[in-house]
């Protein structure tokens, strides 16, 4: 499977972005989809997941009230609602997708899209 994250791009600070995540190939190996960060300088963080069967959803502190996470399974689409933006949230965004159950964990997904820039700036 092959993801491709979009939707990246300039904003003020306090402002939103809706990234999107494209999947091609078989999608039935998922078993859940998450959205990541690196900042310059920074390791790669985990902001939230959320599974293909039941759509359950997971969220790191650092993404959680802020963040949503959501899905259109028929598009084999994903999406991360970005609200109330602030510099610190500049970063490369990626989705990457496991086929593992334990979502939680950044170890755990294999496959990963390229990344789109999200800068957070007046």
């Known amino acids: 499977v092959q993801l491709q994250a979009s939707g990246g791009g300039l904003v003020q600070p306090g402002g939103s972005l809706r990234l999107s995540c494209a999947a091609s190939?078989?999608?039935?190996?998922?078993?859940?989809v998450g959205w990541f960060r690196q900042a310059p300088g920074k390791g790669q963080q985990m902001l939230a997941a959320i599974t293909w069967g039941r759509g359950r959803t997971y969220y790191t502190d650092s993404a959680r009230g802020r963040f949503t996470i959501s899905r259109d399974g028929a598009e084999n689409t994903w999406f991360l609602q970005m609200n109330n933006l602030k510099p610190e949230d500049t970063a490369v965004y990626y989705c990457?997708?496991?086929?593992?159950?334990?979502?939680?964990?950044?170890?755990?997904?294999?496959?990963w899209g390229q990344g789109t820039q999200v800068t957070v700036s007046s």
């Open positions: 190939g078989d999608p039935r190996i998922i078993y859940a």
């Open positions: 990457a997708a496991t086929d593992s159950d334990n979502y939680y964990s950044i170890e755990t997904y294999n496959y």
